[in-house]
């Protein structure tokens, strides 16, 4: 099935660093979701947005609803050892209700 | 709470084998899914339940059966499985009307 292009696809950062990630989309996208996997678990929701423009903070984590509703990224601040997992861009493109199209993932590896 | 458990954590199977796999989520949502999930790779579709009843079968081969007793279970039953079937299958639920899908933990299935 189709796949966002997410990037970039792996990143080893030392800790405190700040970390920036992206997905795009050549379809138009309503909602835009940002979860966190530990190896062998189910992926957690980190953020969710909703409106072109929208930008969300959870704790050290911000995301941006992309403007032109085609793209959106995710910052970590200061990053910490229990950031260390693979991040996934998730969104709903008009017209497939029920149906999310997921990123290829970022995995995220943190150094002390 | 967002909370969607699965249950069993691990299953072993051979091929000539019948199991089930569980979900539950006592959130009030109406709308259920299965993915499947192979390492390093983002979960794919297999199925949509909207108010208990099937609404997308995204091609999967029979050998797998959703099934929807009530609007807080799903099951999964498995049948003649092949090894390529191994795999992380997640369940996820949402509230009608909303693309943002809460992830159960996942069963890591084998198939010997």
């Known amino acids: 099935g189709q796949q966002l292009n997410q990037s970039p696809q792996s990143m080893f950062i030392q800790e405190g660093e700040d970390v920036s990630m992206n997905c795009t989309s050549s379809?138009?996208?309503?909602?835009w979701l940002w979860y966190k996997q530990d190896p062998g678990e189910g992926p957690v929701l980190l953020i969710a947005?909703?409106?072109?423009?929208e930008l969300t903070s959870n704790g050290r984590l911000t995301a941006q609803f992309g403007i032109t509703r085609k793209d959106s990224f995710l910052n970590i601040s200061a990053s910490i050892p229990s950031d260390v997992g693979i991040y996934f861009c998730a969104g709903q493109p008009t017209g497939t209700a029920s149906k999310l199209t997921f990123g290829t993932g970022t995995r995220l590896q943190v150094t002390l | 709470d967002t909370e969607v458990t699965q249950t069993p954590k691990h299953l072993v199977m051979g091929m000539t084998n019948k199991k089930s796999l569980k979900c539950e989520q006592h959130m009030g949502h109406r709308a259920m899914y299965w993915y499947k999930q192979k390492a390093k790779k983002p979960p794919e579709l297999m199925f949509v339940?909207?108010?208990?009843?099937?609404?997308i079968n995204e091609s999967v081969p029979s050998r797998f059966s959703p099934e929807c007793p009530n609007s807080s279970l799903l099951n999964l039953h498995l049948h003649a499985l092949q090894p390529e079937d191994s795999a992380l299958y997640l369940c996820a639920s949402s509230p009608l009307g909303s693309d943002t899908q809460y992830f159960g933990p996942g069963t890591r299935l084998t198939v010997l």
């Open positions: 379809s138009i996208f309503n909602t």
């Open positions: 339940y909207s108010y208990e009843k099937l609404s």
């Open positions: 947005l909703y409106k072109a423009g």
